[in-house]
Each structure stands twice: as structure tokens, then as C-alpha cells.
């Protein structure tokens, strides 16, 4: 089966991401989203990082221009998927949002339609379970920022099956992006390890156990990674991340995965990292300074 028109739904963070790589790929996308505002803001974004890669002579003028061509704007949940051979959802992790979208998708779909989910958690066996084709619907996790990190994790439901995995493999190749293939089970594979490690750097400061900037360099400096796991956690975004904490203690029924308190605390206050200006730093000036907890 050739995929040639790609419905994105959600333009936000991780959905604005996903249309941009598609597009560059070659493919024909309409992005969805609720409000217009969403969709502009999207659309702004990949034309600001697109401009990334014309300003380092990645990309020409020619394809910044194509690649944005690509791309359609659009509000109505019909419209976006009506004529699609691959729909990838992409909005708020919130499961019974994500049912009610898949059921409407569903019905509006062509039969041939593979359908996608970039959750970082639920379960693609619950979503697959809603609709008429189980055997259709699969995991496609992508990595924020999506035009730069270079893995799709693809998931496996309970029914999905090995034809579709095979075409899911070569549109995510086609996009750039290497595979794993993981068997369905809460966090897949990379964040059933990153949660728990940025959960454990956020006990740590909740402990008084080091500052923000310290416990941050440590990571980066003493494990390589390219950022510290409280940078991260702004970067993922605070509600993200205790939304899965939160779905992983009622998946497992184990204690170990349970959210610090100072995340909850910090999402009630309405710091949920870079997005809201405000989290373990406070990004108001010209550059993030820490917070202290
Ligand atoms: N879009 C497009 N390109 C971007 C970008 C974006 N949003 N952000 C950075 N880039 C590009 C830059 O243009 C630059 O390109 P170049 O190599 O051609 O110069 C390159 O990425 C590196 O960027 P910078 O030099 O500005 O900054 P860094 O070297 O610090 O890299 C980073 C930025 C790539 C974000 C790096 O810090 C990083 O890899 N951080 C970790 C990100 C990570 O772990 N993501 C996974 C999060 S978990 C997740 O998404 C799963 C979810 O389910 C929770």
C-alpha cells in the first residue's frame, strides 16, 4: 500500500513536528487542530524551523517554499482525514478525548486508512479496541523536537498487524527516522525508563539533595546527555510528565512509578515548564534561570 496524503492531527508541539517532517518528506498533510489560533501557531513554527535549515543551507528557498505547500491548515476533523491514507493523532494525552477522536476518525476515514497514535503512553489496544479495525491501528511515538531527533518507537496493539507495521516502518523511514519495534506496554520503551529517571532527578531537589542548576550539570556533564533531566522536564513539559507518572502507578499497580510531590505541585500552580514561561527555571528574561525549591 503506497501512502501518499498524511492527516496530522493536533498542531501543538509534537503535531506541528510530525506535519513538518511528513511534508518535507514528500507527503501531502492537512494538520488539524480545534482553533485557528492552534493551527496558525503550528504552521508558524515550521516555517520558523524550517528557516533553521535554509539559514544552514540544509534546505533551499525552493524547498522551504514546496515543503510548506504541503501543508494544509484545517479545523474539521472530516476534512482532514477524509481522503487520507495515514492518519498520525497527536493531541492531549487524555484518554477519553483520544477514544472519542479515534471513533469520529473512524467513520470518516477511507477503509484503507491506516490509523496512528503518537500517545506517549495509552494504550494503542484501548484505541485500537473503539474502532472497526483494529488490525489498522498502531503506535507511532515520535521525539520532541521531532525535525531533529531521530527515532520513531512503532507499537504493536493486541491485533495490529505485520503488513501494517511494515508500512509504518517505511513511511517513518522515509521520514528520516530510524525504528524500534515494541511489544504494547506502558511507556514503551524509552519513556518507561525517562520518566522514572526525570521523576528521581525531581525527588532529588524536592530532598534538597542538590540545586537545579547543579543536579542539571551533573547529568549533562556525568552522563553525556544533551540536556540535564529538569531542562528536559520543561522541555517535555511538567503536565506530561505527571499525566504519565500517573497513568503508569494505575497500569502497573506499583508504587515506584508515583509522581514527587513538587510536580504536582508545580502543574497546579500552572508551571508546566517552557510553554507556560515558568517551571525549574522561569524563562520571562533572556535567558532560563533557576528556580529554587
Ligand atoms: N526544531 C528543529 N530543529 C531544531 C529544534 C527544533 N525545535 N531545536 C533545535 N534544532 C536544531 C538546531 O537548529 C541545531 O541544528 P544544527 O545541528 O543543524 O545546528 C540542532 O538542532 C541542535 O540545536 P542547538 O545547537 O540549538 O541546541 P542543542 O545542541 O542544545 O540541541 C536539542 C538541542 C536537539 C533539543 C538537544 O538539546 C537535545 O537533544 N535534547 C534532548 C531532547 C530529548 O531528549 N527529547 C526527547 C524528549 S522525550 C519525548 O519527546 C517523548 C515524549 O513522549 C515525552
Known amino acids: 500500500m503506497e501512502i501518499k496524503k498524511i492527516a496530522v492531527l493536533g498542531a501543538g508541539q509534537m503535531g ?45 528557498q525552493e524547498e522551504l517554499d514546496t515543503t510548506l505547500g504541503r501543508i494544509t491548515g484545517v479545523l474539521d476533523l472530516k476534512e482532514a482525514v477524509k481522503d487520507a491514507d495515514l492518519v498520525i493523532e497527536a493531541i492531549p494525552e487524555i484518554v477519553n478525548l483520544k477514544l472519542d477522536t479515534w471513533r469520529e476518525v473512524d467513520e470518516s476515514a477511507p477503509e484503507h486508512a491506516i490509523l496512528a497514535s503518537n500517545t506517549s503512553s495509552i494504550s494503542i489496544t484501548q484505541m485500537a479496541a473503539v474502532t472497526k479495525r483494529p ?16 527515532l520513531v518507537e512503532i507499537i504493536k496493539g493486541q491485533a495490529t498487524t505485520d503488513d501494517t507495521v511494515k508500512v509504518i516502518k517505511e513511511v517513518s523511514h522515509k521520514v528520516g527516522k530510524k525504528t524500534v519495534l515494541v511489544n504494547e506496554a ?12 526525570i521523576n528521581e532527578a525531581i525527588f532529588a531537589i524536592q530532598e534538597g539533595v542538590a540545586t537545579v542548576e547543579d543536579m542539571d550539570l ?24 505527571l499525566y504519565i507518572s500517573d497513568y503508569f ?19 497546579r ?24 525549591f
Not at 553525556?224 to 522536564?233: I, K, R, V
Open 186 to 197: 506502558p511507556g514503551f520503551a524509552v519513556n518507561r525508563l525517562l520518566v522514572p529517571a
Open 269 to 292: 500552580a500552572g508551571w508546566v515548564g517552557r510553554k507556560s514561561g515558568m517551571g525549574f527555571y522561569d524563562y520571562s528574561g533572556e535567558t532560563p534561570e533557576p528556580n529554587r
Open 16 to 60: 506541528n513536528g510530525i506535519a513538518h517532517v511528513c511534508a518535507q518528506a514528500g507527503y501531502e498533510v492537512s494538520m488539524r487542530d480545534i482553533d485557528q489560533k492552534f493551527v496558525d501557531k503550528g504552521m508558524a513554527t515550521i516555517k520558523k524551523n524550517l528557516e533553521r535549515g535554509l539559514k544552514k543551507e540544509r534546505i533551499t
Open 135 to 150: 488490525e489498522k491501528f498502531i503506535g507511532m511515538h515520535f521525539f520532541n523536537p521531532v525535525p531533529v531527533m531521530g
Open 249 to 267: 502507578v494505575d497500569e502497573f499497580k506499583d508504587g515506584k512509578y508515583r509522581a514527587p510531590a513538587l510536580l504536582r505541585k508545580m502543574v
Open 218 to 241: 551533573a547529568i549533562k556533564l556525568g552522563l553525556n546527555w544533551p540536556m540535564g533531566p529538569l531542562t528536559l522536564a520543561d522541555f517535555v513539559g511538567l503536565d506530561t510528565l
